[in-house]
């Protein structure tokens, strides 16, 4: 029908409700946490928990929009730089907040993960689209091989977020895919991601409340402004612990 497409909200949205929640849980992480580890207190705690919770909202939404994003940009290695630059921008602010540290090298940003996703999705693609240039020349047994090849790039994509000790790592990768898997279905999105996460990170799962409502549409062109916010925000949560003598 006319004008059902518009109904819901845009991607836009979407990404601010991710950055809030992230906000939230990066408050609690790299800020309340340091405050109970010099006075502790099971109100604090409390706090901290409900934070956390709030906070797992924002991961399955930015894999979500990683995939539309993948399936709709017209320039994907542009894409992939993009995240590249972010990821590195990002890691000194990220290690100051959660390592105590200006550079360390055990644990990665979540756009490390996010790179690695999008990469990953790329490869099986590719791997897809020679499947197809090649149907006519194929046998029924050897149309297996295109499947194994898929799986194969999953696999080492996880294995190498893993490897790299990215934030979410391989399960992060593997959640990822899951969207971009089923994504010509949003209720099969909704349904494989709520089973993707369920077992390891059920707060998540309201996440997919605002991924249901998601309208298709793009919303407010703003879009470096969610890439700086991350390092952004990061820099600024370690000043504040400064400013609290917590650093």
């Not at 539309?68 to 290695?77: A, I, L, P, Q, S």
């Not at 295109?146 to 790592?169: C, K, N, V």
């Not at 099969?188 to 709520?194: D, L, P, R, T």
Request: aromatic share 14%.
């Amino acid at each position: 029908m006319p004008g059902m497409a518009r109904k819901g909200i845009s991607g836009s949205t979407l990404k601010l409700i991710a950055i809030i929640t992230m906000l939230i849980d990066h408050l609690a992480a790299g800020v309340l946490l340091r405050y109970l580890q010099v006075d502790w207190s099971e109100t604090g705690v409390g706090i901290y928990t409900l934070m956390r919770g709030i906070g797992r909202i924002a991961f399955p939404i930015f894999c979500f929009l990683l995939t539309e994003g993948f399936v709709h940009t017209g320039n994907r290695r542009r894409y992939a730089l993009r995240m590249a630059v972010f990821a590195l921008v990002s890691e000194v602010p990220f290690d100051l907040v959660f390592r105590g540290q200006v550079l360390e090298t055990t644990y990665q940003n979540v756009f490390f993960t996010l790179l690695i996703g999008f990469c990953t999705m790329a490869a099986i693609d590719a791997i897809g689209r020679a499947e197809s240039a090649h149907i006519r020349t194929r046998t029924a047994g050897v149309a297996v091989l295109p499947m194994l090849g898929q799986a194969a790039a999953a696999i080492l994509g996880m294995a190498f977020a893993e490897a790299l000790r990215t934030d979410y790592g391989a399960r992060g990768v593997m959640c990822i895919l899951v969207f971009y898997v089923f994504r010509k279905s949003r209720l099969a999105q909704i349904f494989a991601g709520c089973l993707a996460f369920v077992w390891w990170e059920p707060p998540a799962l309201l996440a997919f409340c605002p991924i249901a409502l998601y309208n298709g549409k793009r919303g407010w062109r703003i879009k470096y402004f969610f890439y700086l916010f991350y390092p952004v925000h990061l820099f600024l949560l370690y000043l504040l612990c400064v400013a609290l003598g917590l650093a």
